[in-house]
């Protein structure tokens, strides 16, 4: 695997690239790797030539009392897990490279950006869009990989995407869940043993839904109230919100019909969990 840390270094080593022209599938991350990541890698490498991963703790995208400085960056063991699954080229460039002095310009997906996480965590969503058009940029894939986890931003990077006429397509893979259903994330590791047990109630929240559709309501207030009180029920446990939206462009759904995306955020002792899933009127 290459490592290169700088934009430059990054151009050289596509220009070789071009002179023997293949697929690239593109996944960028902020590092400590799960098993989501390497699931994203694995599609990654099936359906492209070329894999390059990024990893950058984006500081746009941290609010000022968020957890950017304590946010884990084990780029060692990073650095060895993207080796093992064959990945081509890590590209790891710096804060002072992607945001330089004076930097003033930055992407705003308009009023999806202010919706559910984004009105929560203000300014976000354009950190987010930024870094990522930035990379998209530099990078330049044909492929490009985002894990349904994060649901809101996979929907605000489709439609920039779309609105800025990029030449890559968006792919969004499952989520990979522990095995008793606690979504992988970065995050999970602050959690402490009692809090892990805790944090199944987000997954346990989003099944129980899915089984009233199942079973006939189609009403999403009643549905998010049942929700409200699955949460509530869990003592170390505190809804930030839960929503039931359309999973194209997250607009309110008040029926679920034909299918609907219920997110999820939830403290966790301090640890804020997100989740989702789309729920279904007729299960596959
Ligand atoms: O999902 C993430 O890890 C980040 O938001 C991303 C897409 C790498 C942008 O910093």
């Known amino acids: 695997m290459h490592i290169v840390n700088t934009i430059a270094d990054f151009r050289q080593y596509q220009s070789r690239k071009l002179a023997a022209p293949s697929s690239l599938a593109f996944v960028p991350t902020m590092g400590a790797l799960h098993e989501g990541h390497l699931n994203l890698v694995r599609q990654a490498r099936e359906l492209a030539q070329q894999v390059v991963v990024s990893i950058f703790v984006n500081p746009t995208q941290f609010g000022p009392v968020e957890d950017y400085e304590l946010y884990p960056r084990p780029l060692s063991q990073d650095v060895a897990l993207l080796d093992r699954e064959g990945v081509d080229l890590l590209f790891l460039p710096s804060v002072p490279e992607l945001y330089p002095p004076g930097f003033r310009t930055y992407v705003t997906v308009e009023e999806m950006s202010e919706r559910l996480c984004g009105h929560f965590r203000p300014g976000h969503f354009r950190g987010v869009a930024t870094v990522v058009l930035k990379l998209l940029h530099i990078v330049q894939p044909d492929l490009a990989f985002f894990g349904q986890k994060d649901a809101q931003q996979c929907i605000i990077i489709r439609r920039m995407v779309e609105d800025l006429n990029l030449n ?36 346990q929240s989003l ?35 839960a929503e039931i939206v359309s999973s194209q462009d997250l607009s309110e759904v008040r029926k679920v019909e034909g299918e609907a995306l219920l997110l999820l955020a939830v403290f966790v002792g301090s640890t804020r969990l997100i989740d989702n899933t789309i729920l279904q009127v007729e299960r596959p």
């Open 168 to 203: 890559v397509r968006i792919v969004i893979a499952p989520t990979v869940r522990e095995p008793d259903g606690l979504a992988m994330s970065s995050r999970n590791r602050y959690l402490s043993g009692e809090e892990r047990r805790a944090a199944t109630v987000l997954f």
């Open 207 to 241: 099944q129980e839904a899915q089984r009233e559709v199942t079973s006939g309501e189609r009403d999403a207030e009643r549905i998010l109230q049942q929700v409200r009180e699955r949460v509530a029920r869990e003592p170390l446990a505190r809804l930030q919100y």
